[in-house]
């Protein structure tokens, strides 16, 4: 059964910096199957990357993903105030723990 | 526009079982499958299981098997879970969302329905 390990646990930043947040699987898995979302408080998870690189529709470009094997990153370029939020990896049936991007 | 909209708030008792529903609508909805997800009170998500709107086949989370149904109605558009012995840890937010054509991803969500399961 494969673990998706998400770090860090909480990351804070400012507006404009740029974000990293890391995705590792306890086995390597097929990046074509390596998804990111996002959530806001009250709200339903949102799609933002899907076959570990690819952005779902509307999804503006300072989000991207890469990665292969075990290890998988989401990189938000340059932060804007709409950004702060939850972030979850997924390989099919597994979710991330997940990593809170709050506002420093 | 592709929507998933699901059913209201639902209170229960331990014990019992609560059905969920999620209409669909904006696709052709035996074109994809629909996947179940539940967070429980300021808890990660969980996926729950997946059902193929087209021929019905089903997988379930390993947990879960045995207390949950998940089912569709290709006439109306709609998929339901059903979740019996209800307990307390089973309190969470659940929702719907479309799957991918490999079930990889989930590209559509529902706004999220309640249980709460309190005695």
């Known amino acids: 059964e494969i673990v998706l390990t998400q770090s860090p646990g909480t990351l804070s930043l400012s507006p404009g910096e740029r974000a990293t947040l890391s995705c590792r699987a306890s086995?390597?898995?097929?990046?074509?199957?390596l998804a990111w979302y996002q959530q806001k408080p009250g709200q339903a998870p949102r799609l933002l990357i899907y076959?570990?690189?690819s952005r779902a529709t509307g999804i503006p470009d300072r989000f991207s993903g890469s990665g292969s094997g075990t290890d998988f990153t989401l990189t938000i370029s340059r932060l804007e105030p709409e950004d702060f939020a939850v972030y979850y990896c997924?390989?099919?049936?597994?979710f991330g723990q997940g990593t809170k991007l709050e506002i420093k | 526009q592709v929507q998933l909209v699901q059913s209201g708030a639902e209170v229960k008792k331990p014990g019992a079982s609560v059905k969920v529903s999620c209409k669909a609508s904006?696709?052709?909805?035996?074109?994809?499958?629909i996947s179940w997800v539940r967070q429980a009170p300021g808890q990660g998500l969980e996926w729950m299981g997946w059902?193929?709107?087209?021929?019905?086949?089903?997988n379930y989370a390993q947990k879960l098997q045995g207390r949950v149904t998940m089912t569709t109605d290709t006439s109306t558009s709609t998929a339901y879970m059903e979740l019996r012995s209800l307990r307390s840890d089973d309190t969470a937010v659940y929702y719907c969302?479309?799957?991918?054509?490999?079930?990889?991803?989930?590209?559509?969500w529902g706004q999220g329905t309640l249980v709460t399961v309190s005695s």
């Open positions: 969302a479309r799957a991918s054509g490999s079930g990889d991803y989930f590209d559509y």
């Open positions: 086995q390597s898995v097929s990046s074509s199957y």
């Open positions: 997924q390989q099919f049936w597994a």
């Open positions: 059902i193929s709107a087209y021929n019905g086949n089903t």
């Open positions: 076959g570990a690189s």
């Open positions: 904006g696709y052709t909805f035996t074109s994809y499958g």
